[in-house]
Nanobody, 126 residues
Framework: VQLVESGGDLVQAGGSLRLSCAAS????????IGWFRQAPGKQREGVSY????????YYANSVKGRFTISNDKAKNTVYLQMNSLEAEDTAVYFC????????????????????WGQGTQVTVSS
């Protein structure tokens, strides 16, 4: 299983970015794909996922209404469209994949993801 993130950049507050996660080595439909972020001095935070079971999506309250997760199964790629970026969104963003359906524990600081990528840096200047 390999997850490769891209799209991180330096952007001004109010701007937008689209992160990509290219997945390989597994069947896309068999995994719940998501994103978590890690900011310096802060706990890890689950941002969003697409549930493999029913395709439903989840967003952390901190990004709801601003971020949108989507996938392109033909390309085995998941995207995270981030709009109205804020300085608090500054973090390294990691793509994740889990075999089991997500539980209420998904995205909590101690949650153990099955797989994750190397991360991509997003920096929002205020």
């Amino acid at each position: 299983v390999q997850l490769v993130e891209s799209g991180g950049d330096l952007v001004q507050a109010g701007g937008s970015l689209r992160l990509s996660c290219a997945a390989s080595g597994f069947t896309f439909d068999d995994y719940t794909i998501g994103w978590f972020r890690q900011a310096p001095g802060k706990q890890r935070e689950g941002v969003s996922y697409i549930n493999k079971g029913d395709g439903s999506t989840y967003y952390a309250n901190s990004v709801k209404g601003r971020f949108t997760i989507s996938n392109d199964k033909a390309k085995n790629t998941v995207y995270l469209q981030m709009n109205s970026l804020e300085a608090e969104d500054t973090a390294v963003y990691f793509c994740t994949a889990d075999v089991l359906p997500p539980t209420t524990a998904w995205g909590t600081p101690g949650y153990e993801y099955d797989y994750w990528g190397q991360g991509t840096q997003v920096t929002v200047s205020s």
